[in-house]
Nanobody, 125 residues
């Protein structure tokens, strides 16, 4: 199994910054793909950033240029640096992990089967 624990959420004003952390443990095969998702009240869960074991990253258009996903494999920690925060970024943020697809180096949203409990981010106007 994979165990994930998020931290770093809080309340900030528009334009501010936050750095989220996700401490991970468990089989590295099951966390080849790591990602951050968020969900605001009344909205569907949104994948916002993804990073592979080889550090290949992808971002949702809504956060590209403002958020940066990174990892420290020696510390088994995933990060999300969030800059230029907007009220629209207010949501519960979740860390997720999953294996690569088959023998490939690809990741799939459908394979994110391990989740943290979430950390709240609130951005005020």
């Amino acid at each position: 199994q994979v165990h994930l624990v998020e931290s770093g959420g809080g309340s900030v004003q528009s334009g501010g910054s936050l750095r989220l952390s996700c401490a991970a443990s468990g089989d590295t095969y099951s966390r080849y793909c790591m990602a951050w998702f968020r969900q605001a009240p009344g909205k569907e869960r949104e994948g916002i950033a993804q990073i592979r074991r080889d550090d290949m990253t992808t971002y949702a258009d809504s956060v590209r240029g403002r958020f940066t996903i990174s990892q420290d494999n020696a510390k088994n920690t995933l990060y999300l640096q969030m800059n230029s925060l907007k009220p629209e970024d207010t949501a519960m943020y979740y860390c997720a992990a999953g294996p690569r697809v088959g023998w490939s180096a690809l990741c799939s949203v459908a394979r994110y089967n391990f989740w943290g409990q979430g950390t709240q981010v609130t951005v005020s106007s």
